[in-house]
């Protein structure tokens, strides 16, 4: 039905309910059964025992229990259950996330009016809003939150905050009126309203058109239900990681136990020896690892104000190419603020922003004295006395009571020394005519210590223009002739096209003798004064975040539901929309299908009144584009799409429950600036992850390739299984930790997002690994064949010599990892974390070398002095030799 287009007669006859006695009892009984509670339903769930469950059936995890049956075959109970404590812990963790992304709906549920003053059976009486059924007569007033979708059947100075749904910044004004039209958006209705918006100003009556899932906001949790949660590139690229070491691993330890017995190596030190190597070659560590960088990562994030609320989040955030950004409250103040005020051809700019009552006037960039202009003082003074808002002060903080385009009016008199409280004991209100949207304007009649009475219009330039007989010009009262009407209208377009909204400001000075009963005799026959323009400031700092955002390769997208020109206007003062940027509204969007969208989104950089829809449209065809998207948002309007992007960002201070709920990133602050700060983590915390990959399994393969040299050569095991397990505990843990607490490097942010099907060996990762571990094996070889061949007989001595060399070249190479291009550009005391773990670890390997007891345990001897010449030599060559001719290569 097109309830917006119909006549309120028109609707009762369709819907058939009496606008005297509403429904009655038998009525609302039969339409409950027909439509259903008014309640917004949810989709089945799984239970919670399946959600733990479904938390080990991730391939990793697999592969960790694999391995905790293996250490626990080898007599490695500590490990076994330190890697069955990992597997727990992390099914925890992803438990509760996923139950908390989960209540986005019950959120929503929250939003929902708990009880309305509904007429049934010829009374008003309370009911709870899930009674409502479609033809209810329901009233409500300032305050109230509306409990169902409803046709306006009456208003009173009706206005409505629905930036929950619409994103509007300012509440709308409600009437009665038909809108004709076939495609009419949320914003544009204004003869309806809507499931849990809120009343600011006024009352009125309406019908219930829709309730339940039937209404818009059951519709955006229809969506909600339906949108896709995608999985983050980490949990893609460790997935592909985990298959390619199981394969690898198995296939090595088949290939060496295999050699070793063809040789006549025994078959069960074989077997211990291939099992060894597989634990060693599948880094269990690795998830864990991840998890810690991750939450380290979100602890240094909290500081800077935003707060993750599932862990890969971060790193996903760290790639997005593209984030599509809400404009209220995100990239603006959210508070409106005068910026212009113009009167008698004369334009003066007003700075300060927001509600705190600080700010200079300043007319051809000159300040001046509003004591000393008297046009400008009548404008302030006349806009804050026909006022019904005020300004709290609480703190050094300060906030708005009241609708906010009075709140503007009232800071804008502040800024020039002008109070209420003292306009309040000069003037004395009479009477006062609301704000009406039929009349677009508010009035009061006062008087002052003299007893002389005036009255004071502001509302639409317009129409006050149009109710306007004189004008005031340069300080004197003109007759309003054409001329003069013309530089006004210029002037009020001028204002407009910088996306200001203006107000005007009249008065009328009455004699003693005239009686003022209606807003009709004091609304006419005023003197215009002139003209207030306000806007809702773009937050100061975001201009410079969008730019670094650009060096780093990022689009900024602006998605509003705001008017077009206010949409432009912001973009273009934070440099969002370049010169040939395309601005796309909602109807055309409407038009088009995913696909045609997805032709030429690259070129959109703002999307203006637009619908929850449009923004799960707008999202699904950047991802389809290839990109990796961010959405932020605040409202209730947002959390589909937010939920459907690659990772969803809220408000933490305006943000509605359900946005927070169906995001992985809430900013603390409200503040666009601040998600450049979490890119920059999430870039780090990737590059670290990259980086102790790198060191684990280059160090893993040289571990491999040293007893797979070893077996082709025919040569003794230069390692034993227990001295594998320990080299592999040592050289895993710390120091693969304290690279996930590496500072990034300075170019961070000038290089572009990485491609989201990029794998975790991209850029030449898999290189260094293979042939860094090739190294680290062939020294580790090489330093026990010289040591075993100048005495066969003490092959522990040998043994004992590897074990040594292959720890000190894998601690030396982790050094090489905290830079993509050599170990030379980076302080290795930038890490003092790095080096705390080389020390402990350096300590852990000389105590099963030379504290007595654990020799046998271990198979080890005391190496001499001579001999740790030899092992540091040929442990530095891996890392040395390939930065030497590096650096060659770039000298020449």
């Not at 003053?117 to 809003?129: A, C, F, M, P, Y």
């Amino acid at each position: 039905m097109k309830w917006h287009e119909m006549r309120s007669d028109e609707v009762m006859d369709s819907i058939n309910t009496d606008g005297d006695s509403g429904l009655t009892s038998k009525e609302v009984q039969k339409r409950t059964q027909k439509f259903g509670l008014n309640e917004l339903k949810e989709a089945d769930r799984p239970s919670a025992i399946i959600i733990f469950l479904s938390q080990f059936k991730d391939f990793m995890v697999l592969v960790l229990l694999a391995a905790t049956l293996i250490s626990g075959l080898l007599g490695e109970y500590i490990d076994a259950i330190a890697i069955i404590a990992i597997v727990v812990v992390n099914g925890v963790l992803g438990f509760f996330q996923e139950r908390k992304a989960e209540r986005s709906l019950e959120a929503l549920k929250e939003l929902s009016a708990p009880q309305v003053n509904v007429l049934r059976n010829g009374q008003w009486e309370k009911i709870l809003s899930k009674e409502l059924v479609p033809g209810d007569i329901v009233k409500f007033s300032s305050g109230d939150r509306i409990g169902a979708d409803m046709r306006l059947l009456d208003t009173k100075s009706l206005e409505v905050e629905e930036s929950a749904l619409t994103g509007e910044s300012l509440p709308v004004q409600k009437s009665t009126q038909p809108i004709a039209g076939e495609e009419v958006g949320l914003g544009d209705l204004t003869n309806m309203v809507f499931m849990g918006t809120l009343i600011t100003r006024g009352s009125g009556i309406g019908v219930v058109i829709g309730t339940g899932m039937n209404t818009a906001m059951g519709q955006i949790a229809d969506l909600l239900q339906n949108a896709e949660t995608m999985e983050t590139p980490l949990q893609r690229r460790l997935e592909q990681l985990g298959k390619i070491l199981i394969v690898v691993a198995l296939a090595l330890t088949v290939l060496v136990v295999g050699i070793g017995v063809i040789q006549g190596h025994d078959l069960y030190n074989m077997f211990l020896a291939g099992v060894s190597l597989a634990v060693a070659a599948i880094p269990e560590g690795l998830p864990a690892i991840v998890t810690v960088a991750l939450s380290l990562g979100v602890q240094r994030m909290i500081k800077q104000k935003s707060i993750v609320r599932k862990l890969p989040a971060v790193e996903t955030l760290g790639c997005a190419s593209v984030i599509c950004s809400d404009k209220t409250g995100t990239m603006t103040q959210n508070k409106m603020t005068v910026t212009h005020i113009w009167s008698g051809d004369k334009v003066w700019n007003v700075s300060g922003t927001g509600y705190h009552p600080h700010g200079e006037f300043l007319y051809d960039d000159q300040q001046v004295d509003v004591n000393n202009t008297r046009t400008l003082q009548q404008i302030l003074t006349f806009g804050s006395l026909c006022n019904s808002a005020s300004i709290i002060e609480s703190e050094g903080q300060y906030r708005l009571d009241g609708d906010p385009t009075d709140g503007a009016l009232v800071v804008s008199a502040m800024k020039a020394g002008i109070k209420r409280e003292t306009l309040q004991k000069n003037f004395e209100v009479v009477d006062e005519f609301p704000f009406d949207s039929t009349r677009k304007m508010m009035s009061v009649v006062v008087k002052d210590k003299s007893g002389n009475r005036f009255v004071v219009t502001k509302g639409a330039p317009d129409v006050l223009l149009g109710v306007s007989s004189n004008i005031l010009w340069n300080e004197r009262q003109e007759v309003l002739n054409s001329k003069y009407e013309g530089k006004v209208k210029h002037a009020i377009e001028s204002l407009a096209s910088q996306a200001l909204r203006t107000i005007a400001v009249a008065f009328k000075p009455l004699k003693s003798t005239d009686k003022i009963n209606s807003s009709f005799e004091a609304e006419k026959d005023l003197v215009f004064i002139g003209l207030q323009g306000m806007i809702d400031p773009p937050r100061p700092e975001v201009k410079q975040a969008v730019k670094e955002c650009r060096d780093a390769g990022i689009k900024t997208v602006m998605i509003t539901g705001d008017h077009v020109i206010t949409a432009k206007a912001i973009a273009k003062q934070l440099n969002i929309l370049p010169h040939n940027g395309k601005v796309m509204e909602g109807k055309e969007l409407s038009n088009l299908s995913v696909d045609e969208l997805e032709t030429i989104v690259d070129d959109v950089y703002v999307f203006a009144r637009v619908s929850p829809e449009h923004k799960l449209k707008i999202v699904k065809a950047l991802q389809n584009r290839g990109h990796i998207v961010a959405m932020t948002g605040d409202g209730v309007n947002d959390a589909p799409a937010i939920k459907a992007a690659d990772i969803g960002i809220s408000m933490g201070i305006t943000g509605t429950d359900v946005a927070k709920e169906a995001s992985s990133l809430v900013l603390v602050d409200d503040n666009f600036a601040t998600i450049k700060s979490a890119i920059k983590e999430g870039r780090n915390i990737y590059e670290n992850i990259r980086k102790f990959i790198r060191y684990l399994l280059a160090s893993n393969v040289g571990e491999i390739l040293v007893m797979l040299f070893a077996m082709i050569l025919a040569l003794p095991l230069p390692l034993v299984p227990i001295q594998i397990l320990w080299v592999n505990l040592v050289t895993d843990g710390l120091p693969a930790m304290a690279l996930g607490l590496d500072q990034p490097e300075g170019d961070l942010m000038r290089r572009k997002p990485r491609h989201p099907k990029e794998g975790v060996f991209a850029r030449g990762l898999g290189w260094k690994v293979i042939s860094r571990g090739f190294l680290i094996g062939i020294v580790t070889l090489a330093a026990f064949m010289i040591v075993y061949y100048r005495n066969p007989d003490d092959l522990a001595y040998a043994q004992t010599i590897a074990f040594a060399t292959l720890v000190m070249a894998q601690l030396i190479h982790v050094f090489d990892c905290r830079s993509e291009k050599s170990i030379f550009e980076r302080n290795p005391f930038g890490n003092l974390y790095l080096i705390g773990a080389v020390i402990s670890s350096i300590l852990l390997m000389m105590v099963v070398i030379y504290y007595p007891p654990l020799q046998p345990i271990f198979h080890t001897l005391p190496i001499l002095a001579r001999d740790w010449l030899l092992i540091l030599g040929m442990s530095a060559i891996p890392t040395f030799l390939l930065a030497g001719s590096l650096l060659t290569r770039k000298s020449a």
